[in-house]
């Protein structure tokens, strides 16, 4: 299979402070985007698949966002409105293999990144309580190129009838290679493997109990000048179905066995070294009722089929990451 199309991209804002005096900003770029995937069939239950792909990833408004963010006035952030959009391009090998109800992927790749976006920090001077202090000014730039290594794991797997075990793990390098005046700025210097997986247990129980357990992680993600915080979350629940299943009541708990996490950032460049700690409260408990009315669908079936899913924006901070979902009860933290 092979496919190839063409996007554009203009952004335009006209932002409006007079005590920032910021001006209109423009931003057009095209890009070309082909695919190859080449796939065969092993057996009737095994599958192995080379495939070529390039992504482009557009910034969000967060990233664009040129108004100073001075709620920290010793870690100010602002956007970079002349942000271009990362370019990956990706080869990689996959094989899918079904056996009974159980379902095993694994993937190798070789990803290159182009305009690679990571927030870099500066020094600043700051004026607290008529005292000058130093701080720093965090804003996004496209630092340089990345080549990367990396692998993935997704599993299904059900010992016996009434449990259900899934789990997901994806390893890759991290290596840049930052152009222009970054490089002056990269304290970073080694390849570092970073990593993100879940793992979720579901027991069915006699008279319409429902058992669930999560785990959620990640790696420090760095950047050239330094790492910012793992993220990590567990959750446990329970649930009563009744009324043929339509209906359940559920008891789930997060983080049962520590009331807060801990957030650790470290970033060094010329000029300046940074560090911080902070904690949030994360221990929760929660009761949810849920009630099923039956399948609803508003969409037209004579509508054309949307082509494109653009699902394609760099969101978040680089920062605190987080993800997941919620046990049997509900709840949990995106």
């Not at 870690?75 to 109800?101: H, K, R």
């Not at 299943?245 to 789930?252: E, M, T, Y």
């Not at 049962?256 to 902070?278: E, I």
């Amino acid at each position: 299979m092979a496919g190839v199309r063409d996007e554009n991209t203009d952004i335009h804002g006209d932002p409006v402070n007079a005590s920032q005096g910021l001006l209109p900003f423009s931003n057009d770029y095209n890009t070309f985007v082909p695919s190859l995937t080449l796939q065969k069939q092993l057996t009737s239950t095994q599958t192995i698949k080379l495939a070529y792909s390039k992504r482009i990833t557009r910034p969000s408004l967060q990233y664009l966002n040129p108004f100073i963010n001075q709620a920290n006035i010793k870690a100010q952030s602002v956007g970079n409105p002349e942000l271009n959009p990362e370019v990956t391009q990706t080869v990689e090998l996959d094989y899918n293999a079904f056996i009974g109800t159980n379902i095993l992927n694994l993937s190798a790749y070789y990803r290159h990144t182009q305009g690679l976006i990571e927030n870099i920090a500066v020094p600043i001077n700051v004026v607290v309580n008529g005292v000058t202090q130093g701080g720093t000014l965090t804003t996004y730039q496209n630092i340089g190129v990345n080549n990367s290594l990396g692998g993935s794991f997704f599993g299904t797997i059900t010992p016996f009838k009434a449990l259900t075990i899934i789990g997901n793990l994806n390893a890759y390098t991290y290596n840049p290679d930052p152009t222009g005046r970054f490089s002056s700025q990269q304290t970073q210097n080694g390849t570092y493997v970073q990593y993100r997986g879940f793992l979720r247990g579901t027991l069915t129980l006699p008279a319409n109990y429902v058992a669930e357990v999560f785990t959620f992680g990640s790696s420090a993600t760095h950047t050239i000048q330094g790492t910012t915080p793992t993220f990590s979350i567990f959750g446990v629940g329970v649930r009563k179905q009744f009324m043929n299943k339509k209906a359940s009541l559920g008891l789930n708990a997060i983080q049962p066995f520590s009331k807060y996490k801990d957030f650790n950032t470290s970033l060094k460049s010329p000029g300046f070294v940074q560090t911080s700690s902070f904690q949030l409260p994360f221990r929760s408990v929660g009761l949810t009722f849920s009630y099923s009315f039956g399948k609803l669908s508003f969409s037209n079936p004579n509508a054309p089929k949307k082509g494109v899913n653009n699902d394609d924006l760099k969101q978040g901070d680089q920062g605190v990451g987080g993800g997941g979902g919620a046990p049997a009860g509900g709840g949990g933290r995106q």
